[in-house]
């Protein structure tokens, strides 16, 4: 997958054992079994590889424990599936192979994982979790804790009333970094810059100034203090108030449970939040329960329709040799002036917002001149991909993505991009590079020295996404191209 994520990187294998010893190592009580999550639009011989490699690996473990005589370690075997129909067969492939194998060390729960991928469909989520509770019982598992990885917010009602244990999430934090503050009373996410007044009492809101948090978050000033607060102060407070909303919500969930009132607070839950109202009319639909029977009766405010997810095929098994330039390539010959633009999340890159931004300003503004522009993205994976060949596969089904730390994935991506404008020098006339993301930037800014390239926009120092979006940026890159237009007539 991602090198960073490579353990392999820091030396360690991963095998089911190192990796029973790396949590065990953390002081960790209760370990789930090494695994391997399923992404939206996998292709289907990866997705069986996948599962079949997180059961054997589940196997392994408990076999480990039951070697070591460890009966103390708590273990949660994690299951997986895209569907209902997949995870009971994985559950059931799953308790097979534990009895075909001899394995006696009991489980001590189970926990759900490939959940966030599907996260916007909550449908999906709720025909999982429900298949997976009714296959454990039927395995005669009822007994045992059930965890849910990455899902928790809206949902977490629900979820536990259809028989969940634990969560786990880190969206409070995530929703941090854009500044999405959740509303107490709306239980909506606004941006903390634009709130007139902060109606919240927990022990973040009670004691900050919203005015003070917007003039440091409005501030040009980095890396220090400002009215003697960091700006990164602002994004924890923010990151802190969220998580606390969620805590509440799970201290609201028990008190229900223990005065037998969780049906009445799902329903109040709902009117509330809107997502939790989509899960709870999808549920109703489902099941004969008394939660179903109550829910029904309920008039609830109708729910916006969800957005649809763009779906693409995605294989994580792409070799970064898996695309590589024909030798006698040779760049388009009415395409003098190169433009190196950043990959993209959507494939193929040309239907990505950021390629569209670019295109759109430069045909607006170039007086014709698009046409002699030659666009070669940068992929964190493979290096450079000139336009002709983004429609290809693998170009457009892998999913990489490349980040700072990933030092020999700048440094790979640095060396191709190297050799393309080293090689195809002759043909350009010059040579732009349009880049603000981080890692993208340092890939390029690597090779300025012999390879004379003009990287826009000038001195970024910052690189938010953002950044590439700005008025003032994407001018500095049609302004430059346009006084670089040799008149070819
Ligand atoms: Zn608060």
Redesign the pocket.
């Known amino acids: 997958m991602n090198e960073e994520f490579d353990l392999g990187n820091l030396g360690l294998d991963t095998s089911p054992e190192t990796i029973f010893d790396l949590q065990r190592g953390f002081g960790a009580d209760l370990i789930a079994t090494l695994d391997y999550p399923l992404p939206n639009g996998i292709i289907e011989k990866e997705a069986k590889q996948r599962m079949e490699r997180s059961i054997a690996n589940a196997v392994a473990t408990l076999k480990l424990l039951e070697k070591r005589d460890d009966n103390t370690t708590q273990i949660y075997v994690v299951l997986h599936g895209r569907n209902q129909d997949e995870i009971v067969w994985y559950i059931r492939k799953l308790i097979r192979a534990i009895h075909e194998q001899g394995v006696e060390r009991p489980i001590n729960g189970f926990a759900i994982g490939s959940l966030v991928p599907r996260r916007n469909s909550i449908p999906t989520i709720i025909d999982i979790v429900t298949a997976a509770k009714n296959e454990i019982k039927e395995q005669g598992f009822d007994k045992l804790p059930l965890h849910i990885f990455g899902i928790a917010s809206e949902l977490l009602p629900l979820l536990v009333y259809l028989g969940f244990d634990s969560f786990d999430t880190s969206t409070y934090a995530q929703m941090a970094r854009n500044l999405a503050?959740i509303h107490?009373q709306d239980c909506k996410q606004h941006n903390i810059r634009k709130l007139s007044k902060?109606e919240?009492?927990?022990?973040?809101?009670?004691d900050i100034s919203l005015r003070k948090i917007q003039a440091v978050l409005g501030s040009d000033v980095t890396h220090r203090k400002i009215k003697g607060m960091y700006k990164s102060e602002c994004y924890a407070a923010v990151a802190?108030?969220n998580l606390?909303?969620q805590l509440n919500t799970m201290a609201e969930i028990r008190e229900a449970l223990q005065a037998d009132s969780l049906v009445d607070f799902i329903l109040e839950f709902a009117e509330k939040h809107e997502k939790a109202r989509v899960s709870l009319q999808y549920y109703t639909g489902l099941a004969n329960t008394h939660l179903a029977c109550a829910a029904s009766r309920v008039h609830f405010t109708p729910i916006q329709k969800e957005i649809p997810q763009p779906s693409r095929i995605v294989s994580l098994n792409v070799s970064d040799n898996a695309f590589v330039l024909p030798v006698d390539y040779t760049p388009p010959r009415d395409k003098k002036m190169l433009l190196i633009l950043p990959c993209s999340y959507e494939k193929p890159y040309t239907v990505s917002r950021s390629f569209k931004f670019v295109e759109s300003h430069l045909k607006t503004n170039l007086n014709g001149n698009y046409d002699k522009v030659h666009i070669v993205f940068i992929s964190g994976l493979f290096g450079p991909v000139p336009i002709e060949f983004v429609q290809q596969p693998p170009l457009t089904t892998y999913d990489y993505h490349l980040t700072t730390r990933n030092k020999s994935g700048i440094q790979r991506v640095s060396q191709r991009l190297r050799n393309y404008v080293l090689k195809h020098k002759s043909h350009y006339d010059s040579v732009f590079a349009y880049v603000t993301s981080k890692p993208y930037r340092i890939a390029v800014e690597n090779l300025t020295k012999d390879a004379e390239i003009m990287i826009l926009p000038p001195n970024t120092r910052r690189h938010s996404p953002h950044e590439f979006y700005k008025k003032e940026n994407i001018y500095s890159l049609v302004d430059t191209i346009s006084t670089n237009i040799t008149d070819y007539e």
């Open positions: 503050y107490p902060l919240c009492n927990c022990i973040i809101c009670k802190v108030h606390i909303l």
